[in-house]
């Protein structure tokens, strides 16, 4: 059955170009099936192509607006069987905030811990 080797969310700006990419390893070929939030993109929108190769398929904005933002699937089939994985085409810097505040929860967890085990230590 299909595995996917290769995926990863990407940055996109408003009006370029842009590709998600999703490699698969499989005997026989695999095929592959796009959706983006459970719904398969419209193949006849002029700023979205789908191309198909080998061992891989790409998903090709050729204009981004803000109607593509968005978590996107790809599933690899064959008949012995399917994968997929999903990634995100997002603004740059949209997800910077988001992980901002989790490294500083995670810098003070450790903060923390750290001063427990030199406590610990302490009384040992």
């Not at 005997?27 to 193949?43: G, I, L, M, S």
């Not at 904005?61 to 990634?87: D, I, P």
Request: hydrophobic content about 45%; glycine content about 6%; aromatic content about 8%.
């Amino acid at each position: 059955p299909p595995m996917i080797t290769d995926m990863k969310n990407m940055p996109a700006n408003l009006g370029k170009t842009a590709i998600l990419r999703c490699d698969a390893m499989a005997v026989p070929p695999a095929t592959f099936e796009w959706y983006r939030e459970d719904h398969r993109p419209v193949e006849n929108d002029n700023t979205l192509r789908i191309k198909n190769e080998k061992t891989r398929s790409l998903l090709l904005f050729t204009n981004v607006t803000e109607k593509h933002f968005g978590n996107y699937t790809c599933f690899a089939l064959n008949r012995l069987g399917s994968s997929n994985a999903s990634m995100l085409l997002f603004r740059p810097g949209a997800l910077q905030g988001r992980g901002a505040g989790l490294h500083a929860r995670m810098r003070a967890s450790l903060c923390i811990w750290v001063s427990l085990a030199a406590v610990l230590l302490v009384k040992v």
